[in-house]
């Protein structure tokens, strides 16, 4: 929190006293690279020291086993063992072995939308929890969706096919989830902020 008033208090400082509306937008928009990127170094810091996997190894756990319900829930044949999860659709379906690692928690873009959830200027802590609260969970869910997802395309397509989903497609549909997530937040906290009418009409037209 120090670090976010730190923050608000430079650009305060920093910023012109005339700006035209484009000028405004420009400079709030340099505001929100500047804490984007302030904010994003821990994930950096994380995966340049190595330290993830003391970290998620519980993560992994839930992962694996949450997924491993789901899939029994389906008709799944499966057999589960830590962050190992053995998967048969059928009698006569070879058995797919497959492990839960550290990309497969979602741990980087649940960091990434703390990220972008904090590097909006002028919007509330309270507004930013709130993104949070709905947020993460969605983030978790989306993450559990991918698991499912690979194991129904190798029962469908084959185990290639599975990895191709899992390393393209899966991936970009979590980078998507992510900024779908912070979209809808924002046109809420924006639409939701305290502001007279006066001053509405002050950001259009001024």
């Known amino acids: 929190m120090k670090l976010k008033k730190s923050l608000a208090v430079f650009f305060r400082r920093r910023r012109p006293k005339r700006l035209n509306r484009t000028q405004k937008r420009l400079w709030s928009g340099l505001e929100f690279l500047v804490r984007l990127l302030l904010l994003s170094i821990p994930l950096y810091l994380v995966i340049g020291l190595g330290i993830s996997g003391s970290v998620l190894g519980p993560l992994q756990a839930a992962v694996a086993g949450q997924s491993a319900l789901v899939l029994k829930g389906m008709g799944f044949q499966v057999q589960h063992s830590g962050v190992f999860i053995t998967t ?29 959830l904090f590097a909006v200027p002028g919007i509330a802590l309270r507004k930013r929890l709130w993104g949070l609260i709905f947020g993460l969970p969605s983030i978790w869910l989306g993450n559990l969706g991918r698991v499912i ?48 009418f006066l001053e509405r009409l002050k950001e259009v037209f001024g």
């Open 88 to 116: 048969i659709a059928g009698s006569d379906a070879e058995p797919f072995y497959f492990m839960i690692n550290q990309d497969c928690t979602g741990w980087k873009s649940m960091l990434f939308l703390f990220a972008l």
């Open 149 to 196: 997802g690979v194991v129904l395309a190798e029962d469908a397509y084959g185990k290639a096919m599975a990895l191709m989903i899992h390393d393209y497609l899966w991936q970009l549909g979590l980078i998507a989830l992510v900024v779908g997530i912070w979209v809808i937040w924002m046109y809420w906290a924006k639409r939701t902020s305290k502001k007279t």
